[in-house]
């Protein structure tokens, strides 16, 4: 791993607040772009209602980069990846509370997910059952979308269990 880079890590802290945003929405649209094109892969998505399709992408995106986003934490330095180095993420603390609430809660799902180690395979999906909730408002094939998300369920079981060990009861 390098060592961080003063000088970029000081532009983003005194970068104004909407650039710093801008900055973030842009990688929010290259995590999306990124979502759409593992939705196409996860199976029986494109065989779904084009509309089913749009449906779940649309309400599932924002999680998926979030969970995506785990793979870019580096827990020993409290950083994250972010366009081709590591940033603190103090760097991302602005003095709004509600703004500051979403930041700080995105940070420590990511944290929490990173933390358990799941390998590529466990992380895939475990996205594809957010993707395919057949609980999302306005889908119309539910019946097909509930039976893979169960078969992706038993999946991720059956990959859990080969490196996770199931809680003891009263964990």
């Known amino acids: 791993k390098r060592l961080p880079d003063v000088s970029r890590i000081l532009h983003y802290r005194n970068m104004p607040h909407i650039e710093m945003w801008m900055q973030c929405a842009t990688q929010l649209t290259k995590s999306i772009q990124q979502v759409i094109e593992f939705a196409k892969m996860v199976p029986g998505f494109m065989k779904l209602s084009q509309d089913d399709q749009i449906v779940l992408l649309k309400s599932a995106s924002f999680e998926l980069v979030v969970v995506r986003m785990s793979r870019l934490i580096d827990l020993s330095s409290n950083s994250v990846l972010f366009d081709d180095f590591y940033l603190p993420f103090d760097v991302f603390v602005t003095g709004n509370t509600e703004?500051?609430?979403?930041?700080s809660q995105i940070f420590e799902f990511a944290k929490n997910l990173a933390e358990l180690k799941l390998s590529d395979s466990q992380l895939a999906l475990y996205q594809a059952l957010i993707l395919l909730n057949s609980?999302?408002?306005n889908l119309r094939g539910t019946m097909e979308i509930a039976r893979l998300h169960d078969a992706l369920l038993q999946a991720?079981?059956?990959?859990?269990?080969?490196t996770h060990r199931l809680p003891a009861k009263g964990e």
């Open 99 to 103: 703004e500051m609430r979403l930041v």
């Open 135 to 137: 609980d999302r408002y």
């Open 156 to 162: 991720l079981r059956h990959e859990l269990n080969k």
